[in-house]
């Protein structure tokens, strides 16, 4: 007796949120980004097929990292003193896209500069033609004096800006209008909030399929189930018709991962944790993939293994089996 | 281009004017000032003027209804002249309103068909004894018994031990004519024992009064009414601050300080000192003597309650959040402290839990919630917001703690409803620049609850603050500035404010008043959610409390903190405590209808309530998370980013 498999049918989709313009469309970048378009839950190919599969950031920093973990640094190697360098290698293992992260303080511990975080945006542009998101480093202030100056000088290049978050998103906003760029949504694991500040942006008159959503969340044993909860309540609402969650969503897995105690220290651990790398690896990977399945559109990772990890975990689940 | 005759009355001035001319300029012309305090964009409704003939077309009606608008009511702003007309303008809305101690609260009406001597428990009995003789030796207090027995039909009356020591010359005095006053009910004892409250001798004027009062004791406020209990008549009102307010502004701080060492006692002292005061301004107002008070009936939260008696309310403050006791015994005056015949039965009105106490038992009675055939709802907001939602046939209720930000606590320029309160305000959208209204018509020193809805509405709808209630520091205004706390909004310059310094609204501000509206509104729908009944389809919304007698209903639902339904169906009904208290005082089967509302009220734990935090992240926006919630702010929104200049524009 054959079985009838039951189809869910939902009344509303994620919005197609497209960036990175290709000279015919008045930038520099090789393609185009595409994500969202999903009419069903992730994956659920037999319901209606996923127009477009999760896609895989690597994130590089203006310079030298301080705070992460000695394994990315040994790594990378010396491409993390140059911007550009590091977009090439990032390029070369695989990633679909690139975020480069401004940091707070120059080498020598002084407040970053405007000038520089330009010409650090100007290297990697020009190093990799992957499409790009930019973030500033996280604090107000700094990064509305570091994004507005770069969404200037790489107008036409279509990027992906942040951070905007409820209390600080509109000089962001605004610079993206202005210079055909798209805006990353930051709201801390809350579906009300994430909604809110999309309202908040779209009053501004930025058209909702140039915001990527980031619901934030926690890595694998911190919080994961929470954010993870939040990503399928969203994608549930947007589904179900809701306007303002009908956004594609990004994860900075890479941030959270490597900052957890597992991926972060290699010695007078038990010894059941078996070999630091693998650990780390496996502890990106896994916080990775999971987010993938509650509806995460870019995933935006730290090392170039889990790159080639996430992405076969992305084949496979986008297989449509053959009907038996 | 054609020129037309506009007349306005009733003074009857007349202007020629051009075809399109709006009327406001057509007034000015007529040397008429029409108010605009916002700035003439049709929808502040100051302007209004009565259309009586003539070709005059609205550009909008924003503001008004459809029946205002069937009259002829037009907003002078958006009216334009079309042809000859006739136009009357109403007097400018008179400046001071209210004072806020001692307010005169409008007459109260007996209600229809009341009678005293059915309904009033307590009973004027005058008596004509046979004197005793030789014949009959029966004792003093059964020859008593036996008239009431045999005049007023009570079967079985109780005395105390002071009474039975004046009853001897009481009763000799005027030759066995005598009065008692029987208490002959109460809600323990229905059908039971009556009790003697005194025994005068002689028999009164039929006309004389006999007193009772209804009290309300806020958290804010305590109310007095004095009362005739044989005609029903409130004869005084008065009311004044809750002397408690000395010692912490809400519930929580005021049992904390009770709490400790002697401050149980200090607590009953201050708010007995508040009731006593009022009785004593009572009496003198409706030339009555204290000391023929002979029943009072108390309504109040359950916190209020417990002071009252120094009864020790921590439990109340502290989970499970237990009362000490929701109902009380009948208490005698003197037990109580009460300034009044001694004797004089005092009836607390019954509370359903530690949140939800008496002044909303009381209140749900007055507004008539438990007997509507309609699902209706009634909020009493203050420093808590309680809400009860249901029909004759259920009532759910739950309390919310909005904090007191709308009682002007909490807020950096905030302060109560007195002199010098900014209690209206409006904001031009172009300019940014207020106009607003003091209560006392003087100087202003700060914002009071209504002026903090209006400035939050108006900072809102006109883009000074975003949805989630940041500042646009980008306006070209010097009111928007960087302040000791963030971003904030001059309210008053300091050279035209009441003490010389700048009132503002900080950022902070913003904040509280958005936990403190979101409080609220999560409170309405989780409650709705709940019983499963979509809030709109609430026949009305009955506002209780002193403070939602003077909200602006229009404001309180551009800012989210009332539902979103047409005025109509709002309808304010001042301090329902109290008149609860008075119909309980006059009206046993009222009494009794209090306590089935108490047992009916299905009380909901909003802080055990996982969907509660979720309805109040949602309603911590402006004016809702969910506009579908919101629809006539939605539209009003749009409207007002038209109107605006587009600040940046999408390439």
């Known amino acids: 007796m054959p079985i009838e498999i039951p189809k869910d049918s939902w009344a509303g989709e994620v919005r197609t949120v497209s960036f990175g313009a290709t000279a015919e469309n008045g930038g520099t970048r090789s393609k185009t980004i595409t994500v969202g378009g999903e009419k069903t839950l992730p994956f659920l190919q037999f319901e209606v097929p996923m127009p477009h599969p999760p896609v895989i950031a690597l994130e590089i920093k203006d310079r030298r990292p301080d705070d992460w973990s000695s394994l990315l640094l040994e790594t990378w190697g010396d491409v993390v003193d140059d911007p550009g360098e590091w977009a090439k290698a990032a390029e070369e293992a695989g990633a679909d896209l690139l975020q480069l992260t401004l940091s707070l303080t120059d080498n020598e511990g002084k407040p970053a500069k405007p000038d520089d975080a330009v010409a650090a945006v100007k290297k990697v542009l020009e190093a990799s033609a992957l499409p790009l998101i930019v973030m500033g480093p996280g604090q107000a202030e700094v990064d509305n004096e570091l994004i507005v100056p770069i969404a200037d000088a790489t107008k036409g290049e279509n990027l992906a800006l942040g951070i905007c978050e409820d209390k600080n998103y509109r000089t962001i906003v605004a610079a993206a209008l202005a210079n055909d760029h798209l805006v990353t949504s930051r709201a801390p694991m809350d579906v009300n909030l994430s909604k809110q500040l999309n309202i908040l942006i779209t009053d501004m008159g930025l058209p909702a399929d140039r915001i990527i959503m980031d619901p934030t969340t926690g890595a694998l044993g911190y919080g994961i189930e929470y954010g993870y909860s939040v990503m399928e309540r969203l994608r549930l609402a947007a589904l179900q018709g809701d306007a303002m969650t009908q956004l594609p969503m990004m994860v900075t897995v890479g941030t959270e991962t490597w900052k957890t105690k597992e991926a972060k220290v290699g010695e007078d651990v038990p010894e059941a944790w078996g070999d630091w790398l693998e650990r780390s690896i496996n502890w990106e990977t896994l916080t990775a993939v999971s987010l993938i399945e509650s509806g995460a559109d870019i995933v935006v990772l730290r090392h170039p293994e889990s790159v080639r990890r996430v992405r076969l975990a992305i084949e496979d689940l986008m297989a449509v089996p053959e009907p038996a | ?651």
């Open chain 2, 1 to 651: 281009m054609a020129t037309h005759t506009v007349i306005f009355g009733p003074q009857g001035d007349q202007v020629d004017v051009p075809t399109g001319t709006l009327l406001v300029e057509a007034a000015r012309q007529a040397n008429i000032d029409l108010q605009q305090p916002c700035g003439g964009q049709g929808r502040c409704g100051r302007c209004v003027v009565k259309v009586e003939e003539g070709a005059i077309r609205q550009r909008s009606s924003l503001r008004l209804s459809q029946e205002d608008l069937d009259k002829g009511y037009a907003p002078a702003c958006q009216a334009v002249v079309e042809g000859e007309a006739h136009i009357t303008v109403p007097p400018q809305e008179k400046i001071e309103r209210r004072l806020t101690t001692d307010r005169v609260v409008g007459d109260v009406q007996v209600p229809a068909g009341y009678e005293p001597a059915t309904a009033q428990s307590i009973q004027r009995i005058p008596l004509s004894l046979q004197p005793p003789s030789m014949d009959d030796q029966t004792d003093d207090w059964s020859r008593v018994q036996r008239a009431l027995r045999q005049q007023a039909d009570i079967k079985e009356v109780e005395i105390s031990p002071s009474s039975l020591r004046s009853m001897g010359s009481a009763l000799r005095e005027k030759d066995w004519q005598a009065t008692t006053i029987v208490d002959t009910r109460n809600w323990r004892q229905p059908e039971g024992t009556a009790r003697l409250i005194d025994l005068i001798p002689g028999h009164p004027d039929d006309d004389a009064p006999m007193w009772g009062l209804a009290i309300d004791i806020g958290t804010t406020t305590v109310s007095v009414w004095l009362v005739n209990l044989l005609s029903g008549e409130v004869k005084a009102q008065v009311a004044e601050y809750n002397q408690q307010i000395g010692r912490g502004e809400d519930v929580i701080s005021r049992i904390i300080y009770a709490s400790k060492g002697e401050g149980g006692e200090e607590m009953r002292g201050l708010v007995l000192d508040t009731i006593n005061e009022l009785v004593k301004r009572a009496c003198l107002r409706a030339q009555a003597d204290a000391g023929e008070i002979v029943k009072a009936t108390i309504a109040g939260n359950s916190t209020m309650m417990h002071l009252l008696l120094n009864i020790p309310a921590a439990s109340i403050r502290l989970s499970p959040f237990v009362t000490a006791i929701n109902h009380l015994p009948i208490l005698l005056a003197k037990d109580v402290g009460l300034n009044i015949h001694p004797q004089a039965s005092v009836d607390c009105l019954p509370g359903v839990a530690s949140y939800v106490g008496a002044d909303i038992t009381a209140g749900v009675l007055s507004s008539g919630v438990d007997s509507s055939e309609e699902v209706k709802l009634f909020i009493d907001v203050g420093t808590n917001g309680e809400i009860v939602l249901g029909s004759r046939d259920w009532l759910v209720t739950c309390a919310c703690s909005a904090g007191p930000a709308f009682e002007g606590a909490g807020v950096q320029d905030g302060m109560r409803a007195t002199k010098g309160a900014i209690e209206e305000i409006w904001i031009n959208a172009d300019t940014y620049e207020p106009s607003y209204r003091v209560i006392g018509g003087v100087k202003a020193r700060g914002l009071c609850g209504s002026g903090l809805i209006a400035l939050l509405a108006e900072l809102f709808l006109t883009g000074v603050l975003d949805k989630g209630g940041s500042f646009d520091t980008s306006l070209e205004t010097p009111r928007i500035r960087k302040g000791e706390h963030g971003a904030e909004y001059v309210v008053v310059w300091a050279e035209e404010s009441g003490h010389g310094e700048d009132i503002v609204i900080t950022h902070v501000d913003v904040d509280n008043l958005l936990r403190a509206k979101a409080a609220i509104y999560a409170g309405f729908t989780v409650l709705a959610d709940k019983v499963a009944v979509p809030l709109q389809s609430a026949e009305q919304v009955l506002v209780g409390g002193s403070f939602g007698k003077y909200i602006n209903v229009e404001k309180a639902v551009e800012i989210g903190l009332l539902p979103d339904m047409p005025w109509e169906q709002f309808q304010f009904l001042g301090n329902t405590a109290i008149q609860g208290a008075y119909l309980a005082l006059i009206d046993f089967e009222a009494r009794q209808r209090i306590q089935e509302i108490a047992a009916r009220m299905t009380y909901i734990e909003l802080s055990a309530d996982n969907s509660f935090y979720e309805a109040f992240t949602s309603a911590s926006f402006l004016p809702h998370t969910d506009l579908k919630h919101f629809p006539s702010v939605a539209e009003k929104f749009e409207q007002m980013k038209n109107i605006q200049p587009a600040e940046v524009c999408a390439p």
